[in-house]
C-alpha cells in the first residue's frame, strides 16, 4: 500500500467564495465536487465516499463528496489543460476579456462561478492521454496542442483564475502517466518535465504571490515507479493506459484523506460586507419591444458574484460579474419603464440600488437594421510602421491627409491583398483609419470582423475596442507577441462599446502587427457593422418665398428603401 507521506500537496488556488445560503465551512458541511472522465471515475467508485462516510461518523462531520463527467454534454470529451483554459478563463493572454466555452446550468460543462457558488472545494485532473506531450512548437495559451510551453500558460491563466475566488479550495491532479508500450521516451519525459514544474514551480514562480487555496494531488507520483510510465503492477493488461484495480485501491485513500487534510486546514474569514453601489446605470431603447441597460463594473472586498436587475421594483435578472450590459425584452410598444440594478458578491451580500433610470420602447414599425458602416474594399488613410506615429493617430480629430490611401485588405505574400505592402524586410507595424458616418437614433448592436496575421489592436473614436496578440502599448518595431494564421475572420462583438458611437463622424482605427520583419506573410482587412434604428438621412427647410428646383436625396443606410408612400412638403409650395 502507498503511504500517505509519498502524497505531495502545494498550495494551489482556484478560489471561488460561495454564497451566504450555502453550507458553512465552519460547521464541517463542506461539499467536494470531482470533475472527472474514466481514470478519475475507476478510482472514485474504489472507495472515496466510503472513505468520507467513515471519516464522518468518526468525527462528527458532514464532509460531502460527488462526481461528475467534465467535460462533456455539449462539449468533447477532453480535459487536458486547454480545455480547462478554454471553459473557465475569463481573460485570453494578452489580458482582454474573453467569453469562456462554458454553459451555465449544464453540470457537464458549468462555469467556474457556477461550480464555486455550489462547492467548498473543486477536483479537477486531466486523462491519460494528456501526458502524450509533443514537442515544441510556437507557444500560444490558446493552443490546444499538448506542449510544455502551451501547458505552463494555460496553467498560468488558472492560477489567476482561481485566485479570484479565495474562499474555495482547487486542487489540480498532475498527469496521469501512460503505460511504456502506448506512449514514447521523448514524450514522458517531457510530460515529466511539466509535473515537476507544476509541483515545483507552478505556484512559487512570481515573487511575492501566495495561492494559499490552490492544492496539488501529485498522482504522477503515485502511478509511476523509477521511470516515467505507468508502474507495471498498475497495467491493466489491454491496450490502453487506464491504471487497474490495483492502482485505484492503493491511490484512492491517499487521494481522500489529502481531500479532508485540506478542508480541516483552510480557514474562511466571514465576509460581511457588500460590493460598491454599481454606477454609470443607462437605460435606452434598442427597438419597439427592447431596452438596454448598461452600467460600470462594482468591486467587492471578497470576489463579485454578479448583479440583479430591476424593472419596475420587481427582479427580472441576474447578470454576472463580467456582464455590464443587459436587454431587456418583450416589453410593450412605446411603454415607459423605471429601472435600477445592485450588485452582489459570492458571500451573498447585496450593495443598495442605483440611482433610478427611465426608458421608453420605441414607436411601432420602429425596425432596427444591419448597417455595413465599414466595409472590406473601402478606401483607407494607412501609414507603414517604420517610425512611431504621433500618439494621437489613432483620435478622431488626428490629421491623416498626409497618410497614404488604399483600399482594404493590407498585406502581402497571400496573393489576396487589395493594398499590397512592401513590408516584407522593412517594417512589422502598420497603422489605418478610416472614418464613417453614423447617423443612429438608437444603436442596438455592433460587431468588428477582422481576418487579420498576426496580430492586432482596433479602437474607436480613440478608445480600444480589440485586440489580439498584442502587448501593452508595443513601439513600432515591436512584433505580435504570437503568430497567427489569416483565412478565417473572427468576429468580435462591440455591444458594451455602443455608447463609443457618435452621432455623425467617427473613426475606427487598427494598428495591424506583424510577427517578425522577415515573416513571409502579412493581413490585415477590417469590417465594422453597427445594428439600430437610422435617422432621417436628409431633411431640408425652403423658404416659401423663392423657387426650388428640386432636392437630391441620399440614402446614407446602404439598405434598399420601399418609396411607395414618400411624400416631399415644403411650406407654400405642393410637391
Not at 472545494?121 to 514537442?135: E, L, N, Q, S
Not at 482561481?162 to 521523448?186: C, D, M
Not at 432621417?536 to 420601399?562: E, K
Request: charged content about 20%.
Amino acid at each position: 500500500m502507498l503511504s500517505v507521506s509519498r502524497f505531495l500537496i502545494v498550495a494551489m488556488i482556484l478560489s471561488i467564495a460561495f454564497l451566504a445560503d450555502q453550507v458553512s465551512a465552519a460547521e464541517g458541511n463542506e461539499r467536494v465536487i470531482f470533475l472527472h472522465h474514466s481514470t478519475g471515475r475507476n478510482l472514485y467508485n474504489a472507495g472515496v465516499p466510503a472513505r468520507f462516510a467513515e471519516y464522518n461518523e468518526e468525527h462528527g462531520t458532514s464532509f460531502a463528496i460527488s462526481e461528475v463527467n467534465y467535460p462533456t454534454n455539449g462539449y468533447p470529451w477532453n480535459n487536458y489543460p486547454y480545455d480547462y483554459w478554454n471553459l473557465w478563463v475569463t481573460v485570453d493572454g494578452e489580458s482582454n476579456e474573453r467569453q469562456p466555452a462554458c454553459q451555465p446550468g449544464n453540470p457537464n460543462m458549468e462555469c467556474l462561478d457556477g461550480l464555486a457558488s455550489q462547492y467548498n472545494v473543486i477536483v479537477f485532473k486531466h486523462c491519460y492521454p494528456g501526458a502524450d506531450v509533443g514537442a515544441e512548437s510556437t507557444p500560444s495559451v490558446s493552443s490546444a496542442r499538448k506542449t510544455v510551453e502551451n501547458y505552463k500558460r494555460q496553467y498560468r491563466a488558472l492560477r489567476a483564475e482561481f485566485a479570484k475566488y479565495p474562499n474555495t479550495i482547487f486542487i489540480a491532479w498532475t498527469l496521469v502517466p501512460r503505460r511504456e508500450s502506448a506512449t514514447n521516451e521523448a514524450n514522458a519525459a517531457r510530460a515529466r518535465e511539466f509535473v515537476d514544474w507544476v509541483r515545483d514551480e507552478w505556484l512559487t514562480e512570481v515573487e511575492g504571490e501566495t495561492y494559499p487555496n490552490i492544492r496539488i494531488f501529485d498522482y504522477w507520483g503515485h502511478a509511476t515507479g523509477d521511470d516515467n510510465y505507468l508502474r507495471d503492477e498498475y497495467e491493466n493488461g489491454s491496450s490502453d493506459s487506464h491504471p487497474n484495480a490495483l492502482a485505484n485501491s492503493e491511490i484512492h485513500g491517499p487521494f481522500s484523506q489529502a481531500i479532508i487534510d485540506h478542508l480541516n486546514s483552510f480557514n474562511v474569514e466571514p465576509d460581511n460586507e457588500p460590493p460598491s453601489v454599481p454606477t454609470g446605470l443607462t437605460a435606452q431603447a434598442v427597438s419597439e419591444l427592447e431596452i438596454r441597460l448598461q452600467w460600470q463594473e462594482s468591486t467587492d472586498n471578497q470576489v463579485m458574484a454578479g448583479y440583479i436587475v430591476y424593472r419596475d421594483g420587481q427582479e427580472i435578472s441576474r447578470p454576472r460579474s463580467n456582464e455590464l450590459l443587459y436587454n431587456d425584452g418583450g416589453l410593450q410598444v412605446e411603454t415607459s419603464y423605471s429601472y435600477t440594478i445592485a450588485s452582489r458578491d459570492m458571500a451573498g451580500n447585496i450593495s443598495a440600488h442605483a440611482e433610478t433610470v427611465l426608458a421608453t420602447t420605441l414607436p411601432a414599425g420602429s425596425t432596427p437594421i444591419e448597417i455595413p458602416v465599414v466595409e472590406l474594399g473601402d478606401l483607407w488613410r494607412y501609414f507603414p510602421g517604420t517610425v512611431e506615429p504621433p500618439a494621437s493617430w489613432r483620435d478622431l480629430d488626428f490629421n491623416d491627409t498626409s497618410w497614404l490611401a488604399g483600399p482594404s485588405g493590407f498585406g502581402y505574400g497571400d496573393n489576396d491583398d487589395a493594398t499590397v505592402l512592401d513590408m516584407a524586410g522593412n517594417y512589422v507595424s502598420l497603422y489605418c483609419r478610416k472614418s464613417f458616418t453614423g447617423n443612429f437614433a438608437v444603436a442596438s448592436a455592433m460587431a468588428l470582423t477582422i481576418d487579420y496575421d498576426d496580430g492586432f489592436v482596433a479602437y474607436l473614436n480613440g478608445v480600444e475596442i480589440a485586440r489580439a496578440n498584442v502587448s501593452g502599448e508595443p513601439g513600432f518595431s515591436e512584433p505580435a507577441s504570437e503568430g497567427h494564421e489569416a483565412g478565417t475572420p473572427v468576429v468580435y462583438d462591440l455591444a458594451d462599446h455602443l455608447d463609443l458611437i457618435n452621432k455623425g463622424e467617427n473613426i475606427l482605427a487598427v494598428q495591424g502587427r506583424n510577427g517578425a520583419i522577415s515573416s513571409s506573410d502579412f493581413s490585415l482587412a477590417p469590417s465594422l457593422i453597427i445594428t439600430g434604428i437610422v435617422e432621417p438621412a436628409f431633411v431640408a427647410d425652403s423658404d416659401d418665398d423663392q423657387d426650388v428646383d428640386g432636392y437630391d436625396l441620399w440614402n446614407q443606410s446602404r439598405q434598399g428603401i420601399n418609396a411607395e408612400d414618400l411624400v416631399l412638403l415644403a411650406a407654400g409650395y405642393g410637391l
